[in-house]
Nanobody
Framework: QVQLVESGGGLVQAGGSPRLSCAAS????????MAWYRQAPGKQRELVAA???????NYADSVKGRFTISRDNAKNTVYLQMNSLKPEDTAVYYC??????????????WGRGTQVTVSS
């Protein structure tokens, strides 16, 4: 019913500034919060940044001042601008969205993830 597709990952040098995108599609009535999570090898998935439908944001302490989350409600898309990347930012980045479908059912949806590898 709903799909989230991430893009923009890859191999990046330390200090680089890639931007991740996540587009939601399907039977969407409205999108509430949207967020980016990441999971590094051998570690638990962690919240990186989140944004509400009204534009309020919050960030993990490890990325504050370096990453910026934003969204385009008309395109059902959330972005993650990553600046000053460090090797410890290497992870699979997942998009997450709290969506109300056209059947008026609310649920959290996940994308399949996009790999970001930061080389030193």
């Amino acid at each position: 019913q709903v799909q989230l597709v991430e893009s923009g990952g890859g191999l990046v040098q330390a200090g680089g500034s890639p931007r991740l995108s996540c587009a939601a599609s399907g039977r969407i009535f409205s999108i509430n919060s949207m967020a980016w999570y990441r999971q590094a090898p051998g570690k638990q998935r962690e919240l990186v940044a989140a944004i509400t439908s009204g534009g309020n944001t919050n960030y993990a302490d490890s990325v504050k001042g370096r990453f910026t989350i934003s969204r385009d409600n008309a395109k059902n898309t959330v972005y993650l601008q990553m600046n000053s990347l460090k090797p410890e930012d290497t992870a699979v980045y997942y998009c997450n969205a709290h969506i109300t479908t056209t059947f008026f059912e609310q649920s959290y949806y996940w994308g399949r993830g996009t790999q970001v590898t930061v080389s030193s």
